[in-house]
C-alpha cells in the first residue's frame, strides 16, 4: 500500500470515530446529563458521586501499574525488587482503612439515594401532583387523566413545576417506561399497577420510551413529555376537550390490537374506571 493510500485509511478512520463522538452527545444531551427535573437531577448526582468514587479506587490502580512496570523493568538493573518481607503498620493501615471508609461512604450514599430516588416518594410541593394512569400497550403508549377527563396516546402533557402522579399498569405483556431527562425506569405488568412520581423543572420535549422488548414493533413505542407553563396546559386540556373523540369501548378494541400508530392521538372524553377495568382484565385476557 503506498503512502497516499495509508494517508487517505488513516483519514477515514479519523473522520469515523468524529462520527461516533459526535453521535453520542445526542444520548448525552437527552439523558441525565440534560436532566430537566428533581428525580433526573438526583439521579445525575449520585452518578457523579459514584464516578468520583471510581476515580478514587482504580485511578492510583491505572496511574501505578505502567510506573511500577517502566520502573522495574528487565533492562533497569538499578531499580532490582528486593522486598523485606516483615510486618508493617502502615502497609496494614493502607490495605484495610481505605476500603473500610469507602465501603462505609457508599453504603451511606445508596441509603440516602434508595429513599431519595424511590419512585413511590412524592416529589416536595405545596401543589397538588397531577393524576395520571398509563397503560402500555403493543406498541403504544395510553395515558388517561381522571382529573380532566381526557386520555391521549403517545403523548404526555404535564405542566411546568407541578408534580406528576402516575399509575401505571399493561394491558398486554411486562414493558418498561422510562424518560430519561425526567424520571428513571419502572416496569408495569397486566393486572398489577406501580406508581412513579416526578416533575418537570423547566419546558420542553422530552423523549420517553418503552424499554422492554415486546416484539416487532418495540423500536417505534416512544412518545414525546410536553412540558408547558400552567396557562398553555389549561389551554392545551381546553383544546382536548373540543376535540370532540371519545374513549369509548370500541376505540380501546383499537388500541389494544398490536398496531403502531403514526402520530398522538387524543381523546376529549373517557368511560369512568377504564383504568380499573384494564387492571382487572387477567393477563390472558389482556394479550
Request: aromatic fraction near 10%; glycine fraction near 8%.
Amino acid at each position: 500500500m503506498t503512502i497516499r493510500g495509508n494517508t487517505r485509511l488513516a483519514l477515514r478512520g479519523i473522520g469515523i470515530m468524529a462520527l461516533m463522538l459526535l453521535s453520542g452527545c445526542d444520548v448525552l444531551r437527552l439523558g441525565v446529563v440534560g436532566h430537566a427535573g428533581p428525580v433526573a437531577e438526583g439521579q445525575w448526582h449520585l452518578y457523579l458521586v459514584v464516578g468520583a468514587v471510581l476515580i478514587f479506587v482504580a485511578g492510583p490502580v491505572l496511574l501505578l501499574t505502567p510506573i511500577m512496570a517502566w520502573h522495574y523493568r528487565l533492562s533497569n538493573t538499578k531499580s532490582a525488587f528486593k522486598p523485606k518481607w516483615d510486618f508493617s503498620w502502615w502497609i496494614e493501615a493502607l490495605i484495610w482503612i481505605p476500603p473500610i471508609v469507602i465501603v462505609i461512604g457508599l453504603g451511606v450514599v445508596l441509603w440516602t439515594y434508595t429513599h431519595l430516588l424511590d419512585p413511590y416518594r412524592p416529589i416536595p410541593s405545596p401543589q397538588a401532583p397531577l393524576e395520571i394512569q398509563a397503560v402500555a400497550l403493543d406498541w403504544k403508549w395510553l395515558f388517561i387523566y381522571p382529573g380532566e377527563q381526557i386520555a391521549t396516546v403517545n403523548e404526555l402533557d404535564i405542566p411546568v413545576g407541578r408534580p406528576v402522579h402516575i399509575s401505571l399498569t399493561s394491558g398486554t405483556v411486562m414493558q418498561s417506561l422510562m424518560v430519561p431527562q425526567l424520571a428513571g425506569q419502572i416496569y408495569a405488568m397486566a393486572g398489577m399497577t406501580t406508581q412513579l412520581n416526578f416533575a418537570a423543572s423547566r419546558a420542553g420535549v422530552f423523549h420517553g420510551q418503552n424499554t422492554q422488548f415486546n416484539g416487532i414493533g418495540f423500536q417505534n413505542q416512544k412518545f414525546n413529555v410536553i412540558a408547558r407553563p400552567a396557562p398553555q396546559y389549561r389551554h392545551w386540556v381546553d383544546r382536548v376537550h373540543a376535540s370532540g373523540q371519545r374513549l369509548d369501548a370500541a376505540s380501546y378494541a383499537r388500541l389494544s390490537a398490536r398496531s403502531v400508530i403514526a402520530r398522538p392521538v387524543f381523546f376529549a372524553s373517557t368511560p369512568p374506571n377504564l383504568f380499573s377495568h384494564i387492571v382487572a382484565q387477567t393477563p390472558d385476557k389482556a394479550r
